[in-house]
């Protein structure tokens, strides 16, 4: 609808410079320029290269967006951008180019939590998020559950990794394998030619004692290791690795543990509603078990397309559209950049 907020999101907390924009919950445009060719020969991110790719890439991805939607500058009601958490120099690009473009078109401006956005992306999917809800984020750097009462107001955490998130450890293990970076939609493709029960790789923090201490909280470390150990010793013996099945083994492992602990998060809270976020959310295995499972016990799956669940300027936008509609106070213009913003602030 016309009465609608138009809001504009910029994304630049990793290795994509998003910038996206929507009226009320549609999508009116999600223009991405990635650097991830550029950290791939390094294995990773390199922060350095990634903010100079958005210092290079934040005007034309804006041009790009504002073209894409058929809007000016002048046409949009707010701006939203990634304020933390993430890499701070590539944030600083955002934030900086955020605050430009709000004082030179005399905008309000909101600095937003990255790890909310992703929630907020689900309602260009599948509509208003029905609260409370459980969400699990799932990327390189976060394996969390959260409890959202109110999206515009706050988020309870229920739990997150204690050492190497999901995503990481798919970077981890692809590059055991000889796969390209990043690992995740590599490790995907390879799974699907193998067999998931041909190696039983250790499901971390599942035990009853760790259970006791950490119900909802996540380990990969232990996992990618018995991955590492396992390759080894086939190297060493001279025996071919099949990549398939360790893939797919792997994945098995990560995905049974994530789906597990949020539909046990969801029961226990008496949550009907699980929305799944992040990079690892485009998994095709984890979609597919959460979703078998949760049915099982009359839990509605709500999951954004792939393109939508890595990086992007239109979940900023979803959030910055959400923000508005409910009211809440824009950002001042000495927002900061903030690498260690807490899953309790949505926004700055």
Not at 39 to 48: D, I, L, N, S, T
Not at 84 to 111: D, I, T
Not at 169 to 193: H, Q, S
Not at 199 to 222: N, V
């Amino acid at each position: 609808m016309a009465d609608e907020p138009l809001v504009l999101g910029i994304e630049t907390s990793c290795d994509e410079t998003g910038v996206g924009i929507v009226r009320g919950h549609t999508l009116l445009a999600d223009a991405i320029a990635s650097s991830v060719e550029q950290h791939a020969r390094f294995g990773g991110v390199v922060p350095e290269v990634a903010s100079r790719a958005h210092l290079e890439a934040i005007v034309p991805t804006m041009d790009r967006a504002l073209k894409e939607a058929g809007v000016t500058l002048a046409d949009i009601d707010a701006i939203a951008v990634t304020s933390g958490p993430g890499l701070a120099g590539a944030l600083l690009v955002g934030v900086a180019a955020a605050k430009g473009y709000a004082l030179a078109a005399e905008k309000p401006v909101y600095g937003v939590n990255h790890l909310a956005a992703h929630v907020a992306v689900d309602t260009l999917e599948h509509g208003p998020l029905p609260e409370p809800a459980v969400a699990m984020l799932v990327s390189g750097g976060h394996s969390s559950l959260l409890l959202v009462d109110d999206l515009a107001r706050g988020v309870t955490p229920l739990g997150a990794t204690i050492d190497d998130a999901a995503g990481e450890a798919f970077d981890k293990v692809a590059r055991l394998l000889g796969l390209p970076f990043p690992g995740g939609p590599y490790i995907d493709r390879e799974a699907r030619a193998g067999d998931p029960a041909a190696i039983g790789f250790p499901r971390g923090l599942t035990a009853a004692k760790d259970l006791a201490a950490h119900r909802y909280d996540f380990s990969f470390s232990g996992l990618k290791t018995a991955v590492a150990r396992w390759v080894e010793a086939r190297q060493r013996a001279g025996e071919p690795v099949p990549v398939a099945d360790v893939a797919a083994s792997f994945q098995e492992a990560v995905c049974d543990v994530l789906t597990a602990k949020a539909l046990d998060a969801c029961r226990a809270n008496g949550i009907e509603t699980l929305v799944i976020g992040g990079g690892v959310a485009a998994n095709s295995r984890l979609r597919a078990m959460a979703e078998h499972r949760a049915a099982k016990h009359g839990i509605r799956v709500r999951v954004p397309r792939p393109k939508l669940c890595t990086d992007n300027g239109a979940m900023v936008a979803a959030l910055g559209s959400h923000l508005v509609a409910a009211g809440v106070t824009p950002s001042r213009l000495d927002l900061p950049a903030d690498s260690a913003l807490p899953l309790t602030t949505v926004s700055v």
